[in-house]
């Protein structure tokens, strides 16, 4: 399986490489991002880029593959609405429509939120940003698309988040999460099982197109 991976730099994309690179039926891995992941390893190919809206210039290297784990995402805290959605629908569907076009074939993961409104049209802008997101890369004409609905996601095997103030949180509960994900996995899961759960849906695809924490603990 060839894998395309974007946000590998960040805390959710780190695991996923890491379990796409100790996985040996993905065979190539791809990272799309703006700075390198800092792994080395011969199935690990990188794309460094600053443009995310326009992939003309690169189509060819797009071309090819059976899977995409799109792990690029940000927070919506002290952030405007307008940017937010840039960031979260805008960069998501120029790639996602990009890849759609080049590999019919392919599968789509996509990384939202638990409490995501499919709605959108409910009160929380961030949960409708990522509902107008979902919907839309659910209609685009890939194999499949699967939406991953994470809540709180413990790092594990050395993986940090990006943003400052989330990787305090997760120092500091640490042990919370520890002990959550043992007992209520239906609210926590991890960046190993979120990378084991997307390399799964893309080889075996799974029985509904969105996925809260227990589908992916279930995987
Ligand atoms: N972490 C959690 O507990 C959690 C829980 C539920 C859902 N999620 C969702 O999971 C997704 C990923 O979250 P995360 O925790 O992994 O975030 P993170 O650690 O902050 O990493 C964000 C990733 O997105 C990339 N990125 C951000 N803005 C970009 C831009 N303008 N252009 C190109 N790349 C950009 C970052 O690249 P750079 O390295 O270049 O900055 C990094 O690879 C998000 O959609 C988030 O809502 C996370």
């Not at 759609?100 to 940003?129: C, H, I, K």
């Not at 990378?195 to 969105?210: D, L, N, S």
Request: include cysteine.
């Amino acid at each position: 399986m060839k894998v395309i991976l974007f946000g590998a730099t960040g805390m959710v994309g780190q695991g996923v490489l890491l379990e796409c690179l100790r996985d040996d039926t993905v065979t190539h891995v791809l990272s799309v991002g703006r700075s390198a992941s800092g792994q080395q390893h011969a199935k690990l190919t990188e794309i460094i880029r600053d443009n995310f809206l326009d992939y003309s210039d690169i189509e060819s290297r797009l071309a090819g593959f059976d899977a995409c784990f799109f792990c690029l995402g940000v927070s919506s805290i002290g952030m405007d609405a307008e940017r937010y959605r840039h960031l979260t629908y805008d960069i998501t569907l120029a790639a996602a429509k990009a890849l759609a076009r080049l590999n019919p074939q392919m599968t789509f993961v996509y990384v939202t939120g638990a409490g995501t409104d499919s709605t959108e049209s409910g009160r929380v802008m961030w949960a409708r940003v990522k509902g107008k997101t979902e919907n839309d890369l659910l209609a685009l004409p890939f194999r499949a698309a699967y939406m991953f609905r994470p809540g709180a996601i413990q790092p594990l095997h050395g993986v940090r988040s990006k943003t400052a103030w989330v990787q305090a949180i997760y120092v500091a509960t640490a042990p919370l999460l520890s002990w959550l994900s043992r007992v209520a996995p239906k609210y926590v899961t991890t960046t190993e099982q979120m990378g084991r759960a997307m390399i799964a849906v893309a080889r075996y695809g799974y029985a509904k197109p969105v996925l809260e924490s227990e589908d992916i603990n279930s995987l």
